[in-house]
């Protein structure tokens, strides 16, 4: 074996390919010419991203003390989104081309002041475009937020917004959290659920979509001890990827700038991935002061506080606010994984996933479709599936199958030879390595087990 031959900065266009060949993304209607910033996830993709959201889980609700779970509404009272500022404020400038007619947004071109934050215009001077050098309009406002009807009638009145972001949820759940569940500050609130967004430019695969999903958590403490409370979570989000294998030196922590920061932030930090196009957002971990609470007190008439029994008196709590993406990791956690590898004078791409996130964790092969082979891979096969997600495959040479496992990150092939027929073992093999153990048919289940570390 040797070094890779290619590290971590991949072309997107070689994961687009190895994505739509095996199954992990596809273009959304693709038969229809697709719908740009929507994607759908495969058989092998659908694994990642629930492998994903369940490691998120995990590590937000299940282990810790302090957190409970939410799953609320896609679309609300419209009222929410004007009390949380998205209908004035949620917007980017955009500007277009008065010769090809292209689109930018004008925070995303040279010659404005960067501004990633939404609800920031772009100043500065007017640059030219970036496709043609022609003569750009001035930026105008543009909402991201989609809008729908809700009963028969398409008017005003009706009109609701497809939610882009979780978080709303959780703020306007405040207090009915808090009463079902006696929570003492600090406490959290963690979702998982999909989010919209009129995205004007949508692009680089996954990394920017009109359709996501979010993973947030909305963190309750004590005004006060919010900067502290600040910290903590920065560490341990970023730790959260580190555990999932990402590679350190592609893994950054960005503290904003003051001018980069949205409207109801005190202090935001992003962690960032070291994607092909630079340095990029995968989570933004904002402190979002007591801007939600309050203002959703004042637009719904309901008193949104906590009861202090220290201090005897009623407080709005702060909030920090860790809000990852759920494509981004998977995207991030695609490119960290990916190898190309020389063996034996071939080449061997491999993904190197964490087995906790690998869509397939061992595949079932026979050493050939020798009917004498078949029936014992099979019953082999019959034995894992209760406990994880296998694959069974038989077609083609045996070396054709290593690879196509490497390929989607499975992390052990188990192989039934015709000396299983003899001494009832099969043997494991394991994809990093490609070292090979001789296990009893009986143990496998353990053995399996052993290795797969709790997943
Ligand atoms: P950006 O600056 O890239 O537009 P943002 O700062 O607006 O992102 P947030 O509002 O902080 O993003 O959203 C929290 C997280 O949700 C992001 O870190 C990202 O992982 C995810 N996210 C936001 N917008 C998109 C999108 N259009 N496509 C995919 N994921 C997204």
């Given at each position: 074996?040797?070094?890779?031959?290619?590290?971590?900065?991949?072309?997107?266009?070689?994961?687009?390919?190895?994505?739509?060949?095996?199954?992990?993304?596809?273009?959304?209607?693709?038969?229809?010419?697709?719908?740009?910033?929507?994607?759908?996830?495969?058989?092998?993709?659908?694994?990642?991203?629930?492998?994903?959201?369940?490691?998120?889980?995990?590590?937000?609700?299940?282990?810790?003390?302090?957190?409970?779970?939410?799953?609320?509404?896609?679309?609300?009272?419209?009222?929410?989104?004007?009390a949380s500022?998205?209908?004035?404020?949620?917007?980017?400038?955009?500007?277009?081309?008065?010769?090809?007619?292209?689109?930018?947004?004008?925070?995303?071109?040279?010659?404005?002041?960067?501004?990633?934050?939404?609800?920031?215009?772009?100043?500065?001077?007017?640059?030219?475009?970036?496709?043609?050098?022609?003569?750009?309009?001035?930026?105008?406002?543009?909402?991201?937020?989609?809008?729908?009807?809700?009963?028969?009638?398409?008017?005003?009145?009706?009109?609701?917004?497809?939610?882009?972001?979780?978080a709303q949820?959780?703020f306007?759940?405040f207090?009915?959290?808090?009463?079902?569940?006696?929570?003492?500050?600090?406490?959290?609130?963690?979702?998982?659920?999909?989010?919209?967004?009129?995205?004007?430019?949508?692009?680089?695969?996954?990394?920017?979509?009109?359709?996501?999903?979010?993973?947030?958590?909305e963190?309750?403490?004590?005004?006060?001890?919010?900067?502290?409370?600040?910290?903590?979570?920065?560490?341990?989000?970023?730790?959260?990827?580190?555990?999932?294998?990402?590679?350190?030196?592609?893994?950054?922590?960005?503290?904003?700038?003051?001018?980069?920061?949205?409207?109801y932030?005190?202090?935001?930090?992003?962690?960032?991935?070291?994607?092909?196009?630079?340095?990029?957002?995968?989570?933004?971990?904002?402190?979002r002061t007591d801007f939600d609470l309050r203002r959703h007190?004042?637009?719904?008439?309901?008193?949104l506080?906590?009861?202090?029994?220290?201090?005897?008196?009623?407080?709005?709590?702060?909030v920090?606010?860790?809000?990852?993406?759920?494509?981004?990791?998977?995207?991030?956690?695609?490119?960290?994984?990916?190898?190309?590898?020389?063996?034996?004078?071939?080449?061997?791409?491999?993904?190197?996933?964490?087995?906790?996130?690998?869509?397939?964790?061992?595949?079932?092969?026979?050493?050939?479709?020798?009917?004498?082979?078949?029936?014992?891979?099979?019953?082999?096969?019959?034995?894992?599936?209760?406990?994880?997600?296998?694959?069974?495959?038989?077609?083609?040479?045996?070396?054709?199958?290593?690879?196509?496992?490497?390929?989607?990150?499975?992390?052990?092939?188990?192989?039934?030879?015709?000396?299983?027929?003899?001494?009832?073992?099969?043997?494991?093999?394991?994809?990093?390595?490609?070292?090979?153990?001789?296990?009893?048919?009986?143990?496998?289940?353990?053995?399996?087990?052993?290795?797969?570390?709790?997943?």
């Amino acid at each position: 074996m040797t070094e890779p031959a290619v590290g971590p900065r991949i072309d997107m266009e070689i994961l687009v390919s190895l994505s739509k060949r095996r199954g992990f993304v596809f273009q959304s209607s693709e038969i229809y010419g697709g719908l740009g910033g929507f994607w759908d996830y495969g058989p092998l993709g659908v694994e990642l991203r629930n492998n994903v959201k369940r490691a998120w889980w995990k590590a937000a609700v299940q282990e810790r003390d302090d957190i409970v779970g939410l799953d609320a509404s896609i679309l609300m009272n419209p009222r929410v989104w004007v009390a949380s500022g998205h209908v004035d404020t949620f917007a980017d400038p955009m500007v277009d081309c008065r010769e090809c007619k292209k689109r930018f947004r004008a925070d995303d071109l040279e010659g404005h002041v960067a501004a990633s934050a939404h609800g920031h215009a772009a100043e500065g001077g007017v640059a030219r475009c970036p496709e043609c050098g022609g003569e750009l309009t001035e930026p105008r406002m543009f909402n991201l937020m989609f809008k729908t009807f809700v009963g028969p009638v398409e008017e005003q009145a009706s009109t609701v917004y497809l939610r882009p972001e979780t978080a709303q949820g959780m703020f306007v759940n405040f207090d009915n959290v808090l009463t079902s569940t006696r929570r003492k500050l600090p406490f959290g609130i963690a979702q998982i659920g999909k989010a919209f967004r009129n995205e004007i430019t949508p692009g680089n695969f996954i990394f920017r979509d009109r359709e996501f999903e979010q993973m947030e958590i909305e963190y309750f403490v004590k005004p006060g001890t919010d900067e502290e409370w600040h910290q903590h979570w920065v560490e341990a989000r970023r730790n959260w990827y580190l555990g999932l294998g990402i590679r350190q030196e592609n893994l950054r922590v960005r503290r904003l700038e003051k001018e980069e920061l949205a409207h109801y932030a005190k202090d935001t930090y992003e962690v960032e991935y070291l994607f092909p196009m630079g340095w990029s957002e995968l989570e933004g971990i904002a402190n979002r002061t007591d801007f939600d609470l309050r203002r959703h007190a004042e637009f719904s008439g309901r008193q949104l506080t906590y009861y202090d029994e220290e201090s005897g008196e009623h407080i709005v709590p702060y909030v920090i606010e860790p809000s990852a993406g759920v494509d981004r990791c998977f995207l991030a956690v695609l490119f960290d994984g990916y190898r190309e590898e020389t063996v034996r004078g071939e080449k061997r791409v491999l993904l190197r996933l964490h087995p906790s996130l690998a869509p397939v964790k061992a595949a079932v092969l026979p050493l050939s479709r020798h009917e004498s082979l078949v029936p014992p891979a099979r019953k082999v096969w019959d034995l894992l599936r209760p406990h994880w997600m296998t694959q069974y495959d038989d077609s083609q040479s045996i070396g054709r199958r290593y690879r196509r496992q490497d390929e989607v990150g499975t992390p052990y092939c188990v192989t039934v030879d015709f000396d299983t027929l003899e001494d009832q073992a099969v043997t494991i093999r394991e994809r990093d390595s490609m070292d090979q153990v001789r296990v009893p048919i009986a143990g496998l289940v353990e053995a399996l087990r052993e290795r797969l570390a709790g997943v």
